[in-house]
């Protein structure tokens, strides 16, 4: 008879960013601590802790008293600090990007040539130049490793991945459409429906970490262009952050602005679109649009009149939703929707894509 025996399979996690999506993640992983154990055979550890100043190592592993642990006992950060602690140890290593840093994003390779499995929120990595995209994917099938970034679009819903199986399946993707950004989405529901100055809305959404770090990312057009990007590469095109038509809703002089300064001056957005919502008729509203159209190789970002009872007018809270037409779909429309921003739906993202990277890496012996 042949036994199947599984054995566990110890996952040490070196998080960078400890902000909104951060710490919720590590409090979702320590509360699964257990369900990961018994269930799937998977101990999850989170070994390295980073943001942009300081670095905490635990062999061991964090428990919940981290905050207080990581203000008492973290160090200045060095650029190697990870590999060094990590050295000669061969456990699956997998780095978490929770940051929205283009430095870090340039540090993947270094991190994959030092055995990193990356698991990403940032979008950056994904939509810097082809060249550089390109060059990450080699690398990672050179060294073996994974590079999984599912919540690089929609949050927690699955678009990536539906559109690159679509792809990889031999279907041709047509166009994907929608309400790309889930933060934008809960600042236009709210402007279409309520009399309330645009910019107090930005504040309330940047207090509740529904928007990016810098919300001009997003009001710039910048986060929905990435998240295009992002498809746009995965439907197989081979396209430049500079190739998508953006729409930017931060004036000019509101542009090179430190954040303190564009806070306090933000109510310089309100009147062009109190002017774009006057305009509007009585069965519509305006909506924040992303559109892929891949036979043409397009990527458009815009803010635009709809109407009130089409599925994008219908859209409530930070509701994400996207329309992905193929050969298969061309009539009816693969739809997906639901909570498109957020830091708890962000950071359960992040966790199911270290769960793939865990159960890929599983290793199963066969005892004669
Ligand atoms: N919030 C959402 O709904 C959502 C949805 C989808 C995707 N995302 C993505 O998730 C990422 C994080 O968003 P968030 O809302 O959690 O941001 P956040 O609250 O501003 O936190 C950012 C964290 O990153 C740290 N950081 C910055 N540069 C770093 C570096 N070079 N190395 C290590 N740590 C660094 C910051 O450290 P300091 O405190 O020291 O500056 C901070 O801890 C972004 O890429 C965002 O696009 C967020």
Redesign the pocket.
């Given at each position: 008879m042949h036994l199947i025996q599984q054995q566990m399979n110890t996952i040490h996690i070196y998080l960078?960013?400890?902000?909104?999506?951060?710490s919720t993640l590590i409090k979702q992983i320590l509360d699964s601590q257990q369900f990961f154990k018994e269930n799937q055979g998977i101990d999850l550890k989170i070994v390295g802790l980073?943001?942009?100043?300081k670095v905490l190592t635990d062999k061991d592993g964090i428990s919940k008293d981290w905050k207080e642990v990581f203000a008492e006992q973290s160090v200045t950060?060095n650029a190697d600090h990870f590999y060094r602690f990590s050295s000669g140890d061969l456990t699956i290593r997998i780095a978490v990007d929770?940051?929205?840093?283009k430095?870090?994003s340039q540090f993947y390779p270094e991190l994959i040539e030092h055995g990193f499995h990356v698991v990403t929120?940032?979008?950056i990595a994904n939509t810097l130049s082809q060249s550089f995209y390109d060059d990450l994917r080699i690398l990672l099938q050179e060294k073996e490793l994974s590079f999984e970034y599912e919540?690089?679009v929609g949050?927690g819903l699955p678009i990536v991945e539906t559109v690159r199986n679509l792809h990889k399946s031999g279907e041709q993707l047509f166009a994907v459409n929608g309400v790309f950004s889930?933060?934008l989405g809960y600042m236009f529901n709210r402007f279409s429906q309520e009399e309330v100055p645009f910019s107090e809305i930005v504040l309330d959404a940047l207090k509740n970490?529904?928007t990016?770090?810098d919300p001009r990312e997003d009001l710039s057009g910048n986060?929905v262009a990435r998240k295009l990007l992002v498809l746009a590469r995965e439907s197989g095109l081979k396209l430049e952050f500079n190739d998508i038509a953006i729409e930017n809703l931060v004036m000019p002089e509101l542009r090179p602005a430190s954040l303190n300064q564009f806070i306090d001056q933000i109510e310089k957005l309100d009147h062009s679109l109190e002017e774009k919502k006057s305009q509007l008729q009585p069965d519509e509203v305006l909506r924040h649009l992303g559109q892929l159209d891949v036979l043409n190789k397009t990527l458009t970002v815009s803010l635009q009149a709809v109407k009130k009872e089409s599925p994008a007018g219908q859209l409530q809270g930070s509701d994400g939703f996207f329309e992905i037409y193929s050969e298969s779909y061309a009539a009816h429309p693969l739809v997906i929707k639901g909570a498109g921003?957020?830091?708890a739906v962000?950071a359960r993202g992040l966790l199911s894509d270290i769960i793939k990277i865990s159960k890929a890496t599983k290793k199963v012996f066969q005892v004669i």
């Open positions: 960078f960013g400890l902000g909104n999506v951060g980073a943001n942009s100043k950060r929770a940051t929205a840093s430095e870090l929120a940032n979008k919540t690089n949050a889930g933060s970490g529904f990016e770090p986060d921003a957020g830091k962000t």
